[in-house]
């Protein structure tokens, strides 16, 4: 190769640096958060002054915490579930159907990842509100799927697309019905395309913030709503410990993705 | 059927035959009726009839996009014919999806599931079928020791070779005894060497099972080596069916001719018909002789074909030799160990080869650029009528 590091000479160490400022700046509030979710300070203070459990004793013990974090867990399942149960049928037409506006139809399954957040907001608002489904579990179920489900598309799709037909074909061929092709061969073989979207799905409805905003009630939020709404009245220190809650679990699910990745290898 | 089962009999040794419910035992297993398959204007096979005899092995034997594959297909139910029937032992199986024809497979791309061992894949057609597990295991290894890869169950496909890959592909096909098996180039991939050696483990295994195969192919010394038949596909079309001898002693057309083996082909014109024997006069004016096998009028414009082999180089000033006779100049001398090619440029312009293999009396070899006379005799020339 024509450009490679080892020739660039000292000017390397140009990219070196700022790859690690780079790395750096997006590290910061993964690593800054989470120190200050022990720090013993009732002020953030920065450094802080001792450390301490208080906030996360505080974050499991009070009602509301509780039943926030309680809430995104079920809603991010439930947004996951019903994700992966609706791109699967919808990936395979898109990608084995052959009808016309077809390339139209997959730029329309795009189209929330384009859309601003807060127009779908906005529209789902007046739904809700028409149909008095505001501050219910489907209200945020529904709205995170929105979201989820373009990710869940793609990624299956994706997998789907360079799995090659004459698997299913051979798997026929051999005495399976189409049942038992899908079950035994497609969908194996298409599994790290649906883990992955299920991962997207999860993650994408256990931080999203916009749309829970407007779904929310007082007796019904998820973790993010109530870490902002919390942030609002008084910057106590528990909302590290929730952010780091919330930082924890994304990066325990990007972890567990690698790991399965490496296993498959 | 074949009678000549000393050897193994079926992969079921242990289970006596009345096991199956009894079948018509109609001398061909599969008949093609009149298949056609049209892509809109475009026919990709076009009124195909062929039978094939049970316990045969037939190879579909043609160019790049004649038709083979398309044919297979429908006949595994992968496509759906625009027309014609397919019948297997007496009965159509149009409507028959390609899970319940019992038909076996094996296709050019490797189409071993990855995420399965290879006892796995060997497995995967009794799995589906509910055989009970034990059966299924004592069955993978039998067929994995017929194809002499019985260490190898707990690999994945990724761990195989592609010879491997096919063989174990092969044993895949085989473990539900199927009436019949449909292999499409499974050794396209494959450098010549191991071709030659697959090869002869499928013909063992087509003895020693009695099973019916159409193997497709468009390398014309597989089709020798493997078939018991082999039918040539041309644009669609079946240019001819027979065993190898035939097909290269008595083509069909030119296609054949050409097609099978090395050819020369001169151009010329019917003269006249007598006593089974046609005059025809060639383009540089020479006239010859050939067996009349068809009944053309003079004047008509025909293509005189034989092989090179057929034909021997002499001087101009000899006189004995064979019927038929074009001089020419050697323009080409190609020297191959055990024969000699050379090639002769007639007063027409037209090209001659000749392949002179150096028996115990044969050593001369020609010069290049000398005047020579090409001699050949005329029951081994076949003339095909041109359209007008
Ligand atoms: N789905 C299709 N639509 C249009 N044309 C097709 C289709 N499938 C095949 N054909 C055409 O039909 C013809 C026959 O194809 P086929 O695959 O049967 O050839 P083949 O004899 O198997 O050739 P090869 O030796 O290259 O595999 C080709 O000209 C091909 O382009
Ligand atoms: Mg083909």
Redesign the pocket.
């Known amino acids: 190769m024509l450009l490679t590091l080892q020739r660039m000479g000292p000017g390397r160490y140009v990219l070196y640096a700022i790859t690690a400022i780079a790395v750096f700046y997006l590290l910061l509030p993964i690593v800054f958060i989470p120190i200050l979710s022990f720090n013993a300070s009732r002020w953030l203070e920065f450094p802080p002054p001792g450390w301490t459990l208080r906030w996360y004793e505080q974050l499991f013990t009070e009602e509301q915490w509780i039943g926030s974090i309680w809430n995104s867990v079920k809603v991010a399942f439930l947004v996951t579930a019903s994700a992966i149960v609706l791109a699967l049928p919808a990936a395979f037409v898109l990608v084995r159907g052959k009808f016309l506006g077809k390339t139209a139809l997959n730029a329309f399954f795009a189209s929330p990842m384009i859309v601003p957040v807060v127009i779908i907001a906005v529209a789902l608002y007046g739904f809700a509100l028409q149909w008095g489904m505001a501050g219910t579990l489907f209200a945020f179920v529904i709205s995170h799927l929105i979201l989820a489900l373009p990710f869940a598309i793609i990624s299956i799709g994706s997998s789907l697309q360079t799995f090659d037909i004459a698997y299913e074909k051979s798997a026929m061929i051999c005495g399976a019905s189409r049942v038992q092709a899908l079950l035994h061969v497609t969908l194996p073989s298409i599994r790290p395309g649906i883990i992955a979207g299920a991962l997207f799905a999860f993650l994408i409805s256990w931080d999203e913030v916009v749309l829970a905003i407007f779904m929310a009630t007082p007796s019904l939020q998820t973790l993010p709503v109530k870490i902002w709404v919390t942030l609002r009245t008084d910057l106590s220190p528990v909302i590290a410990a929730a952010s780091s809650l919330l930082i924890g679990m994304s990066v325990l699910l990007l972890g567990i993705s690698a790991l399965i990745k490496r296993t498959r290898k | 059927m074949n009678s000549s089962t000393g050897s193994g009999g079926t992969l079921d040794a242990g289970v006596p035959q009345g096991s199956q419910p009894a079948r018509s035992m109609a001398a061909n297993l599969l008949s093609i009726r009149n298949l056609s398959?049209h892509?809109?204007d475009?026919r990709?096979?076009d009124n195909v009839s062929l039978d094939v005899r049970r316990g045969e092995l037939m190879t579909?034997l043609?160019?790049?996009?004649?038709?083979?594959?398309?044919?297979?297909?429908m006949v595994a139910g992968f496509?759906t014919p625009t027309a014609g029937e397919i019948l297997i032992d007496n009965q159509d199986i149009s409507r028959v999806i390609p899970s319940r024809r019992n038909i076996g497979m094996v296709f050019?791309r490797y189409t071993l599931f990855p995420h399965m061992t290879v006892a796995e894949n060997v497995g995967f057609p009794l799995m589906v079928r509910r055989v009970a597990k034990p059966q299924i295991a004592e069955r993978v290894t039998r067929v994995l020791k017929l194809i002499r890869l019985e260490s190898f169950g707990d690999r994945r496909p990724s761990q195989l070779s592609g010879g491997q890959q096919q063989r174990v592909a092969l044993a895949r096909a085989l473990i539900y005894e199927p009436r019949l098996l449909l292999m499409?180039?499974p050794l396209g991939a494959l450098d010549k060497r191991l071709r030659e050696e697959i090869q002869l483990e499928i013909r063992r295994i087509h003895h020693q099972l009695d099973v019916t195969i159409i193997y497709?192919t468009?390398d014309q010394e597989e089709a020798l080596r493997l078939s018991d038949r082999i039918a040539v596909?041309d644009n669609?079309r079946i240019a001819q069916i027979g065993a190898a001898r035939e097909l290269y002693d008595q083509p069909a057309n030119a296609f054949v001719g050409a097609f099978l083996g090395n050819s020369n082909f001169l151009t010329g014109k019917i003269a006249t018909a007598n006593g089974g024997r046609y005059q025809v006069t060639l383009k540089d004016g020479s006239s010859i002789e050939a067996p009349a096998r068809l009944a053309l009028a003079p004047e008509q414009p025909v293509s005189v074909m034989f092989r090179p082999e057929k034909a021997i180089l002499q001087s101009v000033s000899e006189t004995s030799g064979f019927t038929n006779r074009v001089v020419g100049r050697i323009t080409e001398n190609v020297f191959l160990g055990d024969s000699a090619t050379y090639e002769v440029r007639t007063a027409s312009g037209e090209l001659v080869t000749v392949k002179q293999p150096f028996g115990p009396s044969e050593t001369k070899t020609r010069t290049m650029d000398e005047e020579i006379a090409v001699s050949w005799p005329h029951d081994c020339v076949h003339i095909f009528p041109i359209d007008r």
Do not use: I, M, R, W
């Open positions: 398959k892509y809109g475009f990709a096979v579909f043609g160019p790049s996009g004649s038709g083979k594959t398309t044919t297979l297909n496509d050019q499409d180039e497709v468009h596909f669609g």
